[in-house]
């Protein structure tokens, strides 16, 4: 089966400070698609960053980057310069190739202190 | 930037009505979506819908579950006759592409069945 796991409920960073949140996942397809979202409180989900497994190259958008380790089938999401506004529940997903659906990870609720 | 709109917030329903939970997709989306989460669970994949047809659906998403493209803009998830474990936030989504497209989310409809 097909499963990610976000071994973080909960993590609290302070602002400017740099945080990673972990994924790991399970699968035994060699073409997938990766994502990180981002949920602020009573709001949608956003798109944070997304990874092609295809690619060795780790993705970036701004002050958010990913260590994406295929081997070790891992994902974890670094967020540089914590801001407020980073408060929120962040999902790891995970796709594969041919499919529409979504698996998510349980969510990883960060807090941003000031 | 468009945004995945989701009508009602909140709907609150007796076991055994009919509830119609709508969406409203990103306007040049093509690929729709319904996902649902539990209160402390992950968050499920329901359904996908392009061309007027269910391309990929999941095992919960059984005979009580339709969905509809009722018009040029609006997406609906049926559910004919709810039970209490139906209990939960449903999320719509949509994409330009399939299966190598990034999916949008809206902000959910919380569903409660007393």
């Known amino acids: 089966a097909q499963t990610v796991t976000q071994s973080q409920p909960e993590m609290s960073v302070q602002e400017a400070e740099t945080v990673t949140l972990s994924c790991t996942y399970d699968t035994s397809e060699s073409n997938y698609y990766l994502f990180w979202y981002k949920q602020p409180p009573s709001r949608q989900m956003i798109l944070v960053i997304r990874?092609?497994?295809?690619?060795?190259q780790n993705a970036t958008e701004n002050r958010f980057s990913v260590n994406f380790q295929k081997a070790a089938k891992s994902f974890s999401l670094k967020i540089s310069d914590s801001q407020l506004g980073d408060t929120a529940m962040y999902f790891c997903?995970?796709?594969?190739?041919?499919?529409?659906?979504?698996?998510f990870g349980t969510g990883t609720r960060l807090k941003v202190l000031a | 930037e468009p945004e995945v709109t989701q009508t009602p917030s909140h709907q609150v329903t007796q076991m055994g009505q009919e509830v119609i939970l709508r969406c409203v997709p990103i306007?040049?989306?093509?690929?729709f979506y319904w996902y649902r989460q539990i209160l402390g669970q992950k968050v499920e994949f329901l359904v996908s819908?392009?061309?007027?047809?269910?391309?990929?659906k999941s095992e919960i998403f059984d005979d009580q579950f339709s969905v509809e493209r009722p018009d040029g803009s609006n997406f609906t998830l049926k559910i004919r006759s709810t039970k209490l474990e139906d209990s939960a936030m449903y999320f719509c989504a949509s994409s330009d592409r399939g299966v190598t497209d990034t999916q949008y989310f809206g902000p959910g409809t919380r569903l409660t069945v007393l």
């Open positions: 819908f392009y061309n007027n047809e269910i391309s990929e």
């Open positions: 306007s040049n989306h093509l690929y």
């Open positions: 990874q092609e497994a295809y690619k060795q």
């Open positions: 997903a995970f796709r594969t190739s041919g499919t529409y659906k979504y698996i």
